[in-house]
């Protein structure tokens, strides 16, 4: 199996730029998956987010966790939980309107952190989209231009710890999906393993490495490249030893953001190729991917062209 795909972000600068982005394309393309490694934020600063996020999963979350766990009865399951992950999450919102005041239970130090941390984390996911356009052959600000609606995209974290699990091979960590949004970045534990990706067919490891960040892409770029890039279906795998941190930040399109395949790269492809994607408004594919989510991706692609066939049939000025 080829080597999973490492990124360092500082060649772009230099005289190894032209082979970076082909290294870039490619993971695009084969892999939906890459690391990042010299990616501009600071290891001090990481390292404090570390800390600041175990420090409050052990004070707050742990014991909350071993409850849920009680309740129940996950410790003495003898066949495959399929509707519950083994996991210990909360969601911190920053875009368009932040709730980090909001969230309960975190402390002034950590809500100030992962203000910081948020806001270095969406200047490098709007410094990738652009590095996507730019393999693509689409116009610079063109992803975040679509991603945009009339409020700005839609940007979270999503918290999660996976404790040590006695049965592992009938508790995931978090079933097998894909995501729904736009551009995913992932600061992961160093220390514990357990995220997989598919390809060709195959579970492979995403290696833990200290200080990297780790990007995948959503649904939401699939459809725009119109599958030139893919979403690829992940999961994470309960482990018996270890706590795993994950911080996913998603930068994701607005709610009313319209996301349909970008007609330039329609247009490259054969004359006897079309847009293979849906149209639709991201907000109304959310809601049929919370429904959905740990299914496979390409009903949910129908069930949207099929709504707006529908609407279409259904608007007379459409029909006229």
């Known amino acids: 199996m080829e080597n999973f795909p490492i990124i360092n972000l500082e060649k772009l600068n230099g ?3 032209a082979d970076t982005m082909e290294m870039i394309k490619d993971a695009c393309e084969n892999w939906g998956f890459f690391e990042l490694v010299n990616h501009g ?12 996020t175990k420090g409050h999963y052990k004070k707050c979350m742990e014991q909350r966790f071993k409850e849920l766990v009680a309740n129940k009865g996950l410790e003495a399951v003898q066949a495959e939980v399929t509707d519950l992950d083994w996991e210990s999450t909360f969601f911190l919102r920053h875009l368009p309107v932040s709730n980090i005041s ?5 402390d002034d130090q950590y809500r100030e952190v992962m203000r910081d941390f948020a806001k270095r984390l969406e ?16 116009e610079k600000g063109y992803l975040k231009n679509v991603f945009y609606g ?10 999660s710890n996976y404790p040590p699990c006695p049965k592992p091979n009938l508790n995931k960590g978090l079933r097998a999906h894909t995501d729904a949004g736009g551009i995913i970045l992932l600061f992961q534990d160093d220390k514990v393993s357990g995220l997989q990706l598919l390809k060709d067919g195959q579970w492979i490891d995403v290696p833990p490495m200290r200080h990297s960040i780790v990007v ?6 699939e459809v725009i490249t119109n599958g030139k890039y893919k979403s690829v279906m992940h999961r994470v795998i309960a482990q018996t030893d270890g706590t795993r941190m994950s911080l996913a ?11 349909f395949p970008a007609p330039a790269l329609v247009e490259k492809e054969a004359e006897e190729s079309k847009a293979i994607y849906p149209k639709f408004v991201f907000d109304d594919y959310m809601k049929l991917y919370a429904l959905l989510k740990f299914q496979a991706k390409e009903p949910r692609f129908e069930a949207m062209i099929k709504a ?8 007379p000025v459409a029909t006229a």
């Open 249 to 259: 930040s998603f930068y994701n399109p607005g709610s009313d953001a319209v996301i």
């Open 150 to 159: 009339s409020k700005g995209p839609n940007f979270g974290t999503k918290v």
């Open 15 to 17: 005289s190894e730029r």
């Open 102 to 106: 909001e969230v309960p239970d975190l």
């Open 216 to 221: 995948n892409l959503g649904d939401q770029l």
């Open 41 to 52: 934020i600071p290891h001090e600063v990481m390292d404090t987010v570390e800390k600041l």
């Open 308 to 315: 707006m066939e529908t609407d279409v049939k259904c608007d």
């Open 123 to 138: 200047k490098l996911a709007e410094e990738l989209l652009d590095l996507l356009c730019e393999n693509l052959g689409l």
